[in-house]
Structure formats: C-alpha cells, structure tokens
C-alpha cells in the first residue's frame, strides 16, 4: 500500500521517529486494514465514522487495554492527517471519535533502603561486578533510559563538568548531570575493566560492552539487572526504568522543581512527568496514616 510506506518515510525522515516506533505505527495501520477488508472496503479513501467505530468495538472485545486502544487509534488519526495533506482522503473520520482515558498506573520506584540494598549486594570484585556496578550507578544517577545507556560513547562523558550528552527520543539532545558515585564507578570501569572486555575485539567507543567486547544492548542490561536483584534477595520485579522512575521520585521527594525533572528526564510535555508528584503524595499519605495519633 504505497500511502502506508509514504507514511511511515515521513515517520522515519521527518519526524525521526525510532524503529521500534515506526513498526507500531505499521502494525497499528495494518490491523485497520484488515478490518475493513473484512467488512467489505477495499480503500482507505471510503472509510466513514461507522467503520472507525466498529474498528473501536473490535479492540474493546479482544481485551485491548485504554491505553493500547488510545494509542492505536491516536496512530490512525495521524495517519488520516496525513492523507489529507496529501490530497488522498477527503476527510478523517477519527476526529469524530474520542480517545479513552487512560488508567493512570503510579510507576513503581525504590525506597532509599532498598536501593541501599541494591548498591550494597554488588562488589567489586570482577571485571563484570565493576563494569555492572558502573552501569547501576548511572542509570540511578542520571535517570536515563536504558536506550540512551547502550548508545553512550566514551566521548559522551565529560568528566570536568561532570556531565553526559545523551541523545534521546527523536535524537533530541540533552545534558544531564551525574554526581560522585557515579564517577568513581565510572573511572574505575575504564580504567580496569572495560579494555580487558575488549580482549581480541576490534576498538570500538561505546561505553559499556558485553562480556564478549561488543557494545552491550537493552536486552543485557535487563539481564544484568535480573542477575544483580537475585543476589540482593529482593523479591521486587525492578525493570531498568523502575530506577529511572527511582531517580525522579527521589529528586521531587527532596524538593527539586518540577521542570528541573522534567529536563532532567527528557520528557517534551510536563504532563509525562506530573506523575510523579502522584507518587510523592501517595507517600506522603502513607507517612501520615502510619504515624498520625488520630490518622
């Protein structure tokens, strides 16, 4: 369907958007295709409110989440946008349907004790420990995305400012602090373990590196922090963006500003990063209710 790839190039060309997020795109559109197919329409062109219904129907039934649904249909609206720009559509019939409010679901972070616990059960004594240790450290640190850890470049520290650049979603750039900790696990990975990974490997300048001397990917690092949650004796299910909500969480609950975080963070719209106040609020609560005489 030559619409679809026209879309999708503007998708990757334009708006530099992710692979990860042109496929979804992708995936979306064709799911709506099949559907009107299926009831009959054999163009995008024809397609009226009562199809885009129907299609809406359709999502509810198989058991599609609000925010699976809302995202889906947001897509196809885009889609529709664009079709109009370009003169293939002569209207979009997803305006005339409203997105479904989404289940605001609190993202999950770490006490000040449980990261105590976390830090403490790694050591320092091997090449991976320290090289994981280094890995721990920054993403607490810097609240970075594990995307935006795995693309790091050892040109990307700047250890007088003590600082990274990180390239973010859309390849947007940004600076983002990191503190003493952090740096001191940092130095000690490059100094002493990160050639020693590279043994036999042709140089590359990617920071972290698997244990064969490649660039490490997401996939490792959720592997790493599986391994490393295990050996602690924590029963918590900590995913590598449960310290990125850590990160946030802590820097609001000791009183940074909001749009300081929100920078900090890389989020566009500073309804992304509202909900963490949610978070605060909800301990805030539960202080009050465990330690009030008349709570």
């Known amino acids: 369907m030559e619409e679809v790839v026209l879309f999708l190039d503007k998708l990757k ?11 979804n795109y992708e995936k979306d559109i064709l799911q709506f295709s099949e559907y009107i197919k299926s009831e009959g329409i054999n163009s995008f062109q024809i397609v009226t409110v009562i199809e885009v219904r129907g299609f809406y129907s359709l999502l509810q039934k198989r058991g ?26 002569k209207t979009n019939p997803f305006v005339a349907v409203s997105l479904p ?10 006490y000040e004790d449980e990261l105590h616990k976390l830090f403490t059960s790694l050591g320092e004594n091997s090449n991976l420990s320290i090289r994981n240790k280094a890995i721990m450290e920054l993403l607490y640190a810097t609240g970075i995305r594990v995307s935006e850890l795995t693309s ?8 007088v400012s003590g600082t990274i650049t990180v390239f973010g979603k859309r390849s947007k750039e940004r600076i983002v602090p990191f503190g003493e900790f952090a740096r001191k696990a940092i ?13 036999g490997m042709e140089e590359h300048n990617f920071l972290f590196v698997n244990n064969n001397g490649n660039p490490i990917t997401p996939r490792g690092i959720r592997y790493i922090i599986n391994e490393i949650v295990k050996n602690s004796a924590m029963t918590n299910n900590i995913s590598p963006h449960v310290l990125r909500h850590t990160f946030a969480t802590h820097l609001l609950d000791k009183g940074a500003d909001l749009r300081s975080v929100q920078e900090l963070l890389g989020h566009e719209n500073l309804s992304t990063t509202q909900i963490y106040t949610h978070v605060t609020k909800e301990k805030l609560q539960n202080i009050y209710t465990m330690y009030h005489p008349r709570a």
Do not use: M
């Open 64 to 89: 599609n989440s609000r925010r699976t649904i809302s995202r889906k249909i947001s897509c196809l609206r885009s889609f529709y946008k664009f079709l109009l720009q370009e003169e293939r559509a």
């Open 13 to 23: 060309i334009e708006k530099n958007y992710s692979p990860h997020t042109i496929k």
């Open 187 to 199: 130095t000690l990975y490059i100094r002493d373990v990160r050639l020693n990974l590279l043994d």
């Open 101 to 110: 409010k989404k289940n605001i679901s609190l993202p999950k972070f770490l």
């Open 152 to 159: 790091l470049k050892l040109q990307s520290i700047n250890y």
